[in-house]
């Protein structure tokens, strides 16, 4: 989902604290509409969103951004809620500047943290290069994808992922191995600490012809079992721990505790896929999310097992 920042600029009042921003040659967005942003299409405005020029801004910024203001980071915004209230503090957002795909060697691609997944699944079909056709059906980005090892159809990303360039949050480049970063099902052991900004991917040469065959069958796979074209988060929930390959999945539990089609407001459990919440229309963040919370009860009720949120949720409740 790509919005120019430019067309959801909203001129409200900013927090004092915005004087004591770092001086940056990308810009800040005030009061920005955060729904353009996220999938969902729900959120309050955040109170700033800076759109690096590039690494060396974005390294300027994070060194002296004065250490209470609160810094959170959005990719596409396909696996994100924002509350009603809006985001305190910056939201950053990685542009065009780091969006990037580039095969590097015989098996080799890099691609930039705010390039498309489904971007970096097309190059490798190019180059005849075999392992990424999974990112076919990610509506994320490559920072996203690292953050969540976003996978799908027996593929994830921990399997061809080689190495990444990031930031810490005090400005310092970083690289780290993929198998540094600790990743398993939806899960980055440093998720909170990096800014990812490019990745290394390594692929296997293939046939083209079966490459894009392979694409082209997760995208209809897709269209026939999930909402793809609502308003909605992706899986809403990981499947339970230990359960992921052979146990029963969260949409299955959720069936099972009769919350299929389940409705607050505009938002409503999907009757095609029930691990999906879906906008469709006027639902607020708070109905979506406390719909997530009634079918995490109902599950728990019918089957002792806890859900645990996959999308994440940031911002601040509506007041009153
Ligand atoms: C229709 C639909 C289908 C989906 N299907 C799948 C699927 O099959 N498999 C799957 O795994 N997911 C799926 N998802 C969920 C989502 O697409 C993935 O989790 C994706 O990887 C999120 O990427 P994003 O760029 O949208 O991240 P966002 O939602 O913007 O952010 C997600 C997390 O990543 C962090 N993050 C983003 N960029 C960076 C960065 N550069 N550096 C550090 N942290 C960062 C954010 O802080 C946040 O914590 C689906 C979503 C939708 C809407």
């Given at each position: 989902?790509?919005t120019?920042?430019s067309?959801?600029?909203?001129?409200?009042?900013?927090p004092?604290?915005?004087?004591?921003?770092?001086e940056?040659r990308?810009?800040?967005?005030?009061q920005?509409?955060?729904a353009d942003?996220?999938?969902f299409?729900?959120?309050?405005?955040?109170?700033?969103v800076y759109?690096?020029?590039?690494?060396?801004?974005?390294?300027h910024?994070l060194?002296?951004?004065?250490?209470?203001?609160p810094?959170?980071?959005?990719?596409a915004?396909?696996?994100?809620?924002?509350r009603?209230g809006?985001?305190?503090g910056v939201?950053l957002?990685?542009?065009a500047?780091f969006g990037a795909?580039e095969?590097?060697?015989?098996r080799?691609?890099?691609?930039?943290a705010?390039a498309?997944?489904v971007?970096?699944?097309r190059?490798?079909a190019?180059?005849s290069?075999?392992?990424?056709e999974f990112y076919?059906?990610?509506?994320?980005a490559i920072?996203?994808?690292?953050?969540m090892?976003?996978?799908?159809y027996?593929g994830?990303?921990?399997d061809?992922?080689r190495?990444?360039e990031g930031?810490?949050?005090?400005g310092?480049?970083?690289?780290?191995?993929?198998?540094e970063?600790?990743?398993?099902?939806r899960?980055?052991?440093?998720?909170?600490?990096?800014?990812?900004t490019a990745?290394?991917?390594e692929a296997?040469?293939?046939?083209?012809?079966?490459i894009?065959?392979?694409m082209?069958e997760?995208s209809?796979?897709?269209?026939?079992?999930?909402?793809?074209?609502s308003?909605t988060g992706g899986?809403?929930f990981?499947?339970?721990a230990g359960?992921s390959?052979?146990?029963?999945?969260s949409?299955?539990?959720?069936d099972?505790?009769?919350c299929r089609?389940a409705?607050?407001?505009?938002?409503?459990?999907?009757?095609?896929?029930?691990n999906?919440?879906?906008?469709h229309?006027a639902?607020?963040?708070?109905?979506i999310?406390?719909?997530?919370?009634?079918?995490?009860?109902?599950?728990?009720q019918?089957s002792?097992?806890?859900?645990?949120w996959e999308?994440?949720?940031?911002?601040?409740?509506?007041?009153?």
């Amino acid at each position: 989902m790509s919005t120019p920042m430019s067309q959801s600029v909203q001129h409200g009042a900013a927090p004092q604290w915005v004087e004591a921003l770092p001086e940056v040659r990308g810009s800040y967005h005030h009061q920005f509409a955060m729904a353009d942003l996220c999938w969902f299409r729900v959120g309050g405005p955040a109170d700033v969103v800076y759109l690096p020029a590039d690494v060396d801004d974005l390294a300027h910024f994070l060194a002296h951004l004065p250490a209470d203001i609160p810094l959170h980071i959005l990719g596409a915004g396909s696996n994100t809620l924002i509350r009603d209230g809006g985001v305190r503090g910056v939201v950053l957002r990685l542009g065009a500047a780091f969006g990037a795909v580039e095969q590097i060697a015989d098996r080799q691609l890099k691609a930039g943290a705010a390039a498309l997944d489904v971007r970096l699944s097309r190059a490798a079909a190019d180059a005849s290069l075999s392992g990424l056709e999974f990112y076919r059906g990610i509506p994320g980005a490559i920072g996203g994808a690292i953050a969540m090892n976003a996978g799908a159809y027996g593929g994830e990303t921990a399997d061809c992922l080689r190495k990444v360039e990031g930031l810490t949050r005090q400005g310092e480049v970083v690289e780290l191995t993929a198998a540094e970063l600790d990743l398993s099902y939806r899960h980055n052991g440093y998720a909170d600490f990096i800014i990812y900004t490019a990745a290394y991917y390594e692929a296997v040469p293939g046939d083209e012809t079966l490459i894009r065959a392979a694409m082209q069958e997760i995208s209809d796979k897709r269209k026939t079992t999930q909402p793809i074209k609502s308003r909605t988060g992706g899986s809403t929930f990981k499947n339970p721990a230990g359960t992921s390959a052979d146990g029963p999945k969260s949409w299955q539990l959720i069936d099972a505790a009769g919350c299929r089609g389940a409705r607050i407001g505009d938002a409503q459990v999907s009757e095609l896929h029930c691990n999906f919440l879906i906008n469709h229309g006027a639902a607020s963040a708070a109905d979506i999310e406390n719909l997530g919370d009634m079918v995490r009860q109902k599950v728990h009720q019918t089957s002792g097992v806890e859900l645990q949120w996959e999308i994440k949720r940031i911002g601040e409740a509506a007041h009153g």
